[in-house]
């Protein structure tokens, strides 16, 4: 069975300049998340999804950080304008549904010079 | 919310040695306790999980203890081997409903040969 997909695996931009990240969980997976994290740290939380309706987006800074999952499938995760604190690596997880394991990808790291 | 305390940050060990890491959380609610394993460059990857319905989980090496009056839980290694070596977060969670999990800052485990 395929894993949660990402991509790009690494990206590099100057401050003020936009990212877009995407991912695509494991098929048949209801719940997709977006984590950030930042070197040193666990992982924690910026968006939730059930099917294409938001959970959870109490930790994500709206002013810069948007995501959608329109068909209730793929998700892409934007920042724009990025700010250097915004360096990290962004997490993608999906699980069968609200409640169960939660399986990682493989990670989008992000440098913002 | 949720605070997850893990220590220590760094553990080293030799070869066949044992390694425990120990997490304490706050929310007495919280209910499902999730442990991950994190290889340089790679996402999270879930190594074992207990339910607070039960006192000790093994698996193989591994294994996991819940004190839940003291809200502590601690992960167990024995016969530690080189391709231990990782990052090892724990993280809570009510497991239930909408309730998704807080991560611990992590343990970077290294095994000597």
């Known amino acids: 069975e395929a894993g949660v997909a990402q991509s790009p695996r690494y990206k590099i931009i100057e401050k003020r300049q936009s990212v877009a990240f995407w991912c695509n969980p494991i098929?048949?997976?209801?719940?997709l998340y977006w984590y950030q994290q930042i070197l040193g740290q666990g992982p924690k939380l910026l968006i939730q999804?059930?099917?294409?309706?938001?959970?959870?987006d109490s930790q994500l800074p709206k002013d810069r950080f948007s995501a959608e999952r329109l068909k209730g499938v793929d998700s892409t995760l934007k920042i724009q304008p990025a700010k250097l604190e915004d360096s990290a690596v962004y997490l993608c997880?999906?699980?069968?549904?609200?409640?169960?394991?939660?399986?990682f990808g493989e990670g989008s790291w992000l440098t913002v010079v | 919310g949720e605070n997850v305390e893990q220590h220590p940050s760094t553990l080293s060990v030799q070869e066949g040695d044992s390694a425990v890491i120990k997490c304490t959380y706050s929310?007495?609610?919280?209910?499902?306790f999730p442990w991950y394993k994190q290889e340089l460059g790679k996402g999270p990857q879930l190594i074992i999980d207990?339910?607070?319905?039960?006192g000790e989980k093994k698996d193989q090496r591994i294994a996991v203890t819940l004190n839940k009056t003291a809200k502590h839980f601690s992960l167990h290694i024995t016969e530690t081997q080189p391709e231990d070596s990782a990052v090892y977060f724990c993280?809570?969670?009510?497991?239930?409903?909408?309730?998704?999990?807080?991560f611990g800052k992590g343990t970077m485990l290294l095994v000597s040969p």
């Open positions: 997880a999906s699980s069968l549904d609200l409640g169960n394991t939660i399986y």
């Open positions: 207990i339910r607070s319905n039960v």
């Open positions: 929310d007495s609610a919280s209910n499902y």
């Open positions: 993280a809570a969670s009510k497991y239930s409903g909408y309730s998704t999990l807080t």
């Open positions: 098929s048949g997976h209801a719940t």
């Open positions: 999804f059930q099917n294409n309706g938001v959970v959870d």
